[in-house]
């Protein structure tokens, strides 16, 4: 039973920081990609980032590129998002996703897993 449990959100100011975290467990991974989507209030789910956990390929939507960064940590069986230059139109609830596959995807139904979500607040 794939598990993903995600951490790290809260309140930041415009410009700031965080790096959210999502702890996967229940099989191995290295034929999965792992994708972080975002939903603010009142908008469809979608798409952030993702990786390859095997390789460590990474593919970001373009509101966030060059200010976030998808990583892996074989070890810890841990991916983390690190949001940089955070804007108020980041606030939204963070997933993490799975998908049993090494290919890359960004449409919502191709992740067969999801974590519960994260609040991330960024006040203007």
């Known amino acids: 039973q794939v598990q993903l449990v995600e951490s790290g959100g809260g309140l930041v100011q415009a410009g700031g920081s965080l790096r959210l975290s999502c702890a996967a467990s229940?099989?191995?991974?290295?034929?999965?990609?792992m994708g972080w989507f975002r939903q603010a209030p009142g908008k469809e789910r979608e798409f952030v980032a993702a990786?390859?956990?095997?390789?460590?390929?990474?593919y970001y939507a373009d509101s966030v590129k060059g200010r976030f960064t998808v990583s892996r940590d074989y070890a810890k069986n841990t991916v983390y998002l690190q949001m940089n230059s955070l804007k108020p139109e980041d606030t939204a609830v963070y997933y993490c996703?799975?998908?049993?596959?090494?290919?890359?995807?960004?449409?919502?139904?191709?992740?067969?897993?999801w974590g519960q979500g994260t609040q991330v607040t960024v006040s203007s």
């Open positions: 996703a799975a998908r049993p596959s090494i290919t890359m995807a960004t449409m919502r139904n191709s992740y067969d897993y």
């Open positions: 229940g099989t191995t991974f290295s034929t999965y990609t």
């Open positions: 990786i390859r956990w095997s390789g460590g390929s990474t």
